[in-house]
Each structure stands twice: as structure tokens, then as C-alpha cells.
């Protein structure tokens, strides 16, 4: 289904860093999603807690140390990616990785200590990479070199920036995180690829991050959307208060007001999990109802428009 009073871009992000979704189970929420008219399925594949994704290729050396000590025995094998990427490309939902850098980061620090800053550990988690690093910078192209490869063509690439604390202790800290997210888009010089980050680097307190208006925006902040479309961004709409699992329902989302303007492409609704979630979830009503709801959003609905 395609209108004009649709958004372009009509997402669902879903979190299997910290619990592991078969496949099957992730095929049958696309299909889900298909019928209820979303395109788009974000799939936040790794977090703090486990990095089930074969990397690197050679060894599988942080894919082994997940199985070992992350919050799951189980792992994404290209295979299965691809079995993702192409059931949504039957159905007409683009699929697309995030690749979180540099914070969510401390199953990295079980792997290598010396590539993280804190104290690693999933369990309750506080470590970042360090970018102060070389060798960091080498791995991060690699991983993203190797997913991007697992996922295709998807024509977006997130790379996380969210919930970033300064504690890599240099002269400026905000210059090295503003560098390295300069840095993060030579990643993907001269394509066709657009790059998405969390909200984080322009609305937290403390941090002055000047980026290029190449960046999507994904908020997650409330009440910030319509200040990052003015800054000049295109923005995807995930205020956490309306858009995320478990704070999500009907009501919130039909009384929800976005900003006007053709940078807003559109919306998704996010689901971070939590170990104690079982994958086939999305069939409960506390899923299903905000899935519905956001069928529903329009462009032209005043009550859906600031």
C-alpha cells in the first residue's frame, strides 16, 4: 500500500542484543509488519549484553567470547541474515543493521580489554570502546565492512551514538567524539547509503557535536523531534514515551503531534528487549497494539502534525 498521506519511512526496530529472536520468530514479525503496512525493520542485532553476528570472519573471535559469556549461547550466521534481508524484500520491508559505536559496548571488553574504556560487563553495563585507539578504528571498519555485506544493498546504516558518557579522559573529549563521528562517515564515501544516528550527540547536556546534515536522526528523547528538523536533519520519530514497547498504546500515538516538513521521513516503533521477553511477544497485545496504532498514522492527520 502506497498514499501520499504516508510516510516514507515506517519502521519497527527490534533489539536481539540482549535477547536472542530465532529466525523463524523474526520472519513471522515481518510478516506481521508487512500486513499492518510498515517497510522498514530495524534490526539492533548486537547491544552491550551479547554480540551474536559472526566477526570477525577469521576466527569468529568476538562472536566466540558472546557465546561464552554474553546473555545468549546462540548467533546470527550470514545464512540467517540473509534469510532476513530477503523474506523482507518478498514482503516489501527493507531490513537494515545497526552497528552500535562506540558506547553499548562491553561484551568487546570480554574479547579485547584494551579496545574499551570502564569496566566490561554485560551484565550491568558501562563500558565504551575506546576511540582513542588505532586499533579500535580498524576493527569498527571491519565489522561495518563485514555487515554491510551480510545485509546488501539496505540503502541505510545506523551507527548507534547513543548514551555516550565522556569519560575517555583527553584535552577535549566532545572534539574526539565529534571526530569520530566524522570519521564513522568515510566509512561509506560516495554511495547511495544514507547514515542514521540516535538523537544523543545534539540533545545531551554537556556534549556540543557539530555534524553534517547528511545525518538521519533518530529521536528517542522526548520532545525533541521537531528542534532536530529545524537544526536541518531528516528525522525518524521514536520519542521513547510513544513509539517504544512497553511505554507505547493507542492513545499516546494517536494524540502524538510531528513536526511539519518534508525532513520528517517518517517513524519507528522500538522494541528493546529484555531477557526475560519471549520472542514470539509481538503476538501479545502490548505489542500488537502499538503495531496497530502506527498503521494508522498519517501525514495529513492534524492531530499527527505540530
Not at 536481539?16 to 503496512?37: M, W
Not at 552500535?100 to 568487546?108: E, F, M, S, T
Not at 555534524?211 to 528525522?235: A, P, Y
Request: proline share 6%; glycine share 8%.
Amino acid at each position: 500500500m502506497t498514499s501520499p498521506d504516508l510516510y516514507p519511512h515506517r519502521g519497527f526496530m527490534l533489539d536481539t542484543g540482549r535477547k536472542f529472536f530465532p529466525v523463524e520468530a523474526i520472519l513471522s514479525l515481518l510478516t506481521v509488519l508487512h500486513q499492518y503496512n510498515f517497510n522498514v525493520f530495524h534490526w539492533h542485532i548486537y547491544d552491550a549484553e551479547s554480540f551474536p553476528v559472526h566477526w570477525p570472519e577469521e576466527g569468529l573471535g568476538l562472536t566466540n567470547v558472546s557465546l561464552r559469556h554474553g546473555c545468549s549461547a546462540r548467533c546470527y550466521s550470514p545464512g540467517d541474515i540473509a534469510r532476513v534481508v530477503e523474506w523482507g524484500r518478498r514482503l516489501g520491508v527493507l531490513v537494515y543493521p545497526e552497528t552500535d559505536v562506540p558506547g553499548h559496548c562491553d561484551i568487546w571488553g570480554l574479547w579485547k580489554k584494551h579496545l574499551v574504556v570502564g569496566r566490561p560487563n554485560p551484565k550491568q553495563p558501562e563500558a565504551q570502546l575506546d576511540i582513542t585507539h588505532s586499533e579500535t578504528y580498524d576493527h569498527i571498519a571491519s565489522l561495518v565492512s563485514t555487515v554491510d555485506r551480510y545485509f546488501g544493498s539496505a540503502p541505510l546504516h545506523h551507527f548507534g551514538g547513543d548514551e555516550v558518557a565522556y569519560i575517555w579522559q583527553t584535552a577535549d573529549d566532545n572534539k574526539l567524539f565529534e571526530s569520530f563521528l566524522h570519521w564513522l562517515q568515510t566509512l561509506h564515501p560516495r554511495t547511495n547509503k544514507s547514515l542514521v544516528l540516535w538523537d544523543d550527540p545534539l540533545t545531551d547536556e554537556g556534549k556540543n557535536v557539530r555534524l553534517s546534515k547528511d545525518w538521519i536522526i533518530q529521536t528517542w528523547h522526548n520532545g525533541v523531534s521537531g528542534e532536530i528538523v529545524e537544526r536541518g536533519h531528516r528525522v525518524i520519530v521514536s520519542e521513547s514515551d510513544v513509539f517504544y514497547i512497553g511505554n507505547a498504546d493507542k492513545g499516546k500515538m494517536e494524540g502524538f503531534v510531528f513536526p511539519e516538513g518534508e525532513r520528517v521521513l517518517g517513524f519507528e516503533v522500538v522494541w528493546f528487549t529484555s531477557e526475560g521477553d519471549d520472542p514470539w511477544d509481538f503476538r501479545e497485545s502490548w505489542v500488537m497494539e502499538p503495531i496497530k496504532a502506527a498503521s494508522r498514522i498519517r501525514r495529513n492527520n492534524t492531530r499527527n502534525r505540530r
